[in-house]
Nanobody, 115 residues
């Protein structure tokens, strides 16, 4: 059974930083693309960033230059470093993996950017 457990959310002031982590179990982590999504109140869930098995990354235009996705295959963990946070980054952030047989989401972690 694939499980994703996120951590690291919280409350931060505009311009601040947060780092999210997603620990993965039940899957051969190193072979799959991992992704972070977010969903703000009243909005659809959107892709924030993803990272392939080889380490190539892709970002939403709204976070380019501010967020960095990375992975540690030895720890079965994917990270999202968020710098220069804006009020509009406020959302629940979800870790995601799509395997050959399933799609799995984490439970989500709240990120709130407010002064």
């Amino acid at each position: 059974q694939v499980q994703l457990v996120e951590s690291g959310g919280g409350l931060v002031q505009p311009g601040g930083s947060l780092s999210l982590s997603c620990k993965v179990s039940g899957v051969i982590f190193r072979i799959y693309t991992m992704a972070w999504y977010r969903q703000a109140p009243g909005k659809q869930r959107e892709l924030v960033a993803d990272i392939t098995r080889s380490g190539s990354s892709n970002y939403a235009d709204s976070v380019k230059g501010r967020f960095t996705i990375s992975r540690d295959n030895a720890k079965n963990t994917v990270y999202l470093q968020m710098n220069g946070l804006k009020v509009e980054d406020t959302a629940v952030y979800y870790c995601h993996v799509q395997t050959l047989t399933s799609t799995t989401w984490g439970q989500g972690t709240q990120v709130t950017v407010s002064s």
